[in-house]
T-cell receptor, first 110, second 113 residues
Framework: GIQVEQSPPDLILQEGANSTLRCNFS?????LQWFHQNPWGQLINLFY???GTKQNGRLSATTVATERYSLLYISSSQTTDSGVYFC????????????FGGGTRVLVKP | DTAVSQTPKYLVTQMGNDKSIKCEQN?????MYWYKQDSKKFLKIMFS???????INETVPNRFSPKSPDKAHLNLHINSLELGDSAVYFC????????????FGQGTRLTVV
């Protein structure tokens, strides 16, 4: 199956700092999504981004499909950004199953 | 209006019991899924249904049986619960079975004692 690796595994930020989370994947994908799992356990859709760049407020994401990676940028972080960020990909070669990476656990300190 | 809703949110039960988790989506999607999140937060697909037909069935004990009475509902029944079944179970849906955005319910935290 497809391998999805996220880095770093853990990130501690001071409020107001910027950060970049990375997702590497091992095969061509037809779907890539970023999710935020908040401290209450909800999985919130951030981006559906199989290729290209998107922005939503303080968050933006870029996927370079040909090089098999995606980046999630958090700017001016806030304490509400704390939680776990997941990258998930879907590949035809892996049966079109949405496969999750291990996540990046983010803690934003006030 | 919750797009993907699952009930119950919490479930505590004894070993050996049988329990069900219900899921409904009001997005008009054709495909629904069950995912399991373990204690290390790892999320893995269990089942997928497209238009009420089972299309993905991962290596899951046959004590787990999904049922899709219609496109908008996908329930998960678990027989003879074991301690190792304790996890958070997420239902999700997407417009189609590939290449479309998936949306998740709020999760059901199952604790087997």
């Amino acid at each position: 199956g497809i391998q999805v690796e996220q880095s770093p595994p853990d990130l501690i930020l001071q409020e107001g700092a910027n950060s970049t989370l990375r997702c590497n994947f091992s095969d061509s994908v037809n779907n890539l999504q970023w999710f935020h799992q908040n401290p209450w356990g909800q999985l919130i859709n951030l981006f559906y981004i199989p290729s290209g760049t998107k922005q939503n407020g303080r968050l933006s994401a870029t996927t370079v499909a040909t090089e098999r990676y995606s980046l999630l940028y958090i700017s001016s972080s806030q304490t509400t950004d704390s939680g776990v960020y997941f990258c998930a990909v879907e590949a035809k070669a892996a049966g079109n199953k949405l496969t999750f990476g291990g996540g990046t656990r983010v803690l934003v300190k006030p | 209006d919750t797009a993907v809703s699952q009930t119950p949110k919490y479930l505590v039960t004894q070993m050996g019991n049988d329990k069900s988790i219900k899921c409904e989506q009001n997005l008009g999607h054709d495909t629904m899924y069950w995912y399991k999140q373990d204690s290390k937060k790892f999320l893995k697909i269990m089942f997928s249904y497209n238009n009420k037909e089972l299309i993905i069935n991962e290596t899951v004990p046959n004590r787990f049986s999904p049922k899709s009475p219609d496109k908008a509902h996908l329930n998960l029944h678990i027989n003879s619960l074991e301690l190792g079944d304790s996890a958070v179970y997420f239902c999700a849906s997407s417009q189609d079975w590939w290449g479309t955005e998936a949306f998740f319910g709020q999760g059901t935290r199952l604790t087997v004692v």
